[in-house]
């Protein structure tokens, strides 16, 4: 707390001195004065400030400050960020074109709002791709709602702006605009995997906006009700099951889950994991796969919560059942930093290095790395970079679910 408290106050006396800069001039001498002695410093401390899940009135400002500072450095000082959050892949790192996403944070909504509330990412593709191409199959099932977007994970609203300027919602900015904008029936779906922490602190949110409008309702996330045990499995989950294993399998360049079988390739789907009471949700999809005869799929966990879906556990079961090839992809709905480092990484810590390589793997809580014996080689360890919101099928359980909420 006491670092992060630290962290603050350096990029508050950051942005103090950037303005300091452009009101004395840029070739003065009192501006050269202000300037550090370790600019990538500097830096490194504005990117800790905007870190943050609070949201402040100065957030866009210091925002802006640490673009500035980001852009008034060298190439190799920008190699040279680093703090307790930032690094060089804040600003520096391609995830594709912004221009491509529209945040969908436009006034004149009418009377009825579909508010779709997500976690959010900073990579601009899967944003556009995995998260816009919910919204719009929303959008394109509702003509007469006017489907708007909110984020619930401040640092990712904080890290699109300053490095591509583009404002998304938070949850308040969001309902708040619907209030300005004299919506009267508000409909919300999140498109969270399941009733989580993100989950109960979206309902948290709605309580204090409840009375502006005339009605609320709340939609199922992805994966439904979540069942008192493993074995409790419901509709949305077999459903979601046959959706993600059919992409799988097409994207693999197999006929069926049966011939990616019979050549020795398991699916393994990596999802976050959770603290949260919810997470018995994986083990009931693990079940779900079960009950569906899919014996080469399997389902782990990037916090490995529960215990079942860490790595060291979802190799050993890989290999037990006989399969030499592997095949990651993400049971997220977005394909951003989980999906391309800690899956698809080619960096010891990372699913795909891990099964290319073998060896020992840390895992959280453990008190030694676990060892994970012989990796599987590179020729037969691939990664599917593609978050759950690009599925066609996925979205049309998304449109059920907001559907069923307006019936209400």
Known sequence: MKKKLLVMLLGITMIFSLSLMTACGGGSGEAEEAKSDDPAAECAALIDAIYVQEYTDDTYAQCEAAKKAWDALTDEQKEQVEGEFADPDYFGRDTGDASKDDPLNQDEIGENELLVVSFGTSFNESRAEDIGGIEKALQEANPDWSVRRAFTAQIIINHVYARDGEKIDNVDQALQRAVDNGVKNLVVQPTHLMHGAEY?????????????????????????TVGEDATVINADKEAVAKAVVAEAVKAGGFDSLDAAAADGTAFVFMGHGTSHEASISYDQMQEQMKQLGYKN????????????TAFPAVKKAVEDAGYTKVILRPLMVVAGDHANNDMAGDEEGAWYYGFVNGGEFEVEGADKPVDTGAG????????QIEGLGRIADIQKIYIAHTAEAMAQ
């Open 297 to 308: 799929v399997f389902i782990g966990t990037v916090e490995g919560n529960p215990e079942d």
């Open 200 to 224: 109960d602190e979206l309902i948290s949110a709605l309580d204090g906006y409840k009375d502006k409008f005339d009605s609320v309702k709340v939609a199922e996330p992805l994966l439904g």
């Open 376 to 383: 599987l080689g590179a020729d037969n360890v691939s990664s």
